[in-house]
């Protein structure tokens, strides 16, 4: 895999486009989890510049901060608890147009303003999340809910 990424100038969706095939690539090429994750970190990070990307994983019935690029967050996350335990605990992808908005959520940084957290599936069961956080309210949509969804599929299969 090159160490040079592709980034599109174009549209958010053009940028997605872009950025699969070399997720993909990549992937194909190495199971460690944890290198992989924190490879797909960078690469949402360095395409669309979010404030945090990063990943949680369940271990011992708690997620537990995984790799990430932004700044430091935090550790642990119980079921239920927050927009990462939201998700969790309703397998569900949750789109937070203004995290002022939802109740208990968990701000590791006041900078972080909407955010969008997909739960990662292995043997349909949940085993992580990613979550992505911006310092601005709106940022996500159903376009960015479409293709995480692929990007956490690639990284849940074995
Ligand atoms: N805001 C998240 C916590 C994780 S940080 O945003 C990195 C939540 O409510 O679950």
Redo the contacts with the bound molecule.
Sequence with gaps: MAENLVISTGSKEEKYKVLLPQIKALLEGETDLIANMANVAAMIKSTFGFF?V?F?RLQEEM?V?GP?Q?PI??TR?RYG???????WRDAVTVI?PN?DD?P??????SA?KS?I?VPIFRKELVIGVL?I?SDQLNTFDETDARYLEKICRLLGEE
């Design positions: 945090w990063g949680y997620l901060l990430f932004g967050a935090c996350i608890k927050g927009v990462c335990g939201t998700a937070v995290v939802f208990g959520h968990i701000a590791c940084n972080s955010e957290v979550d956080d």
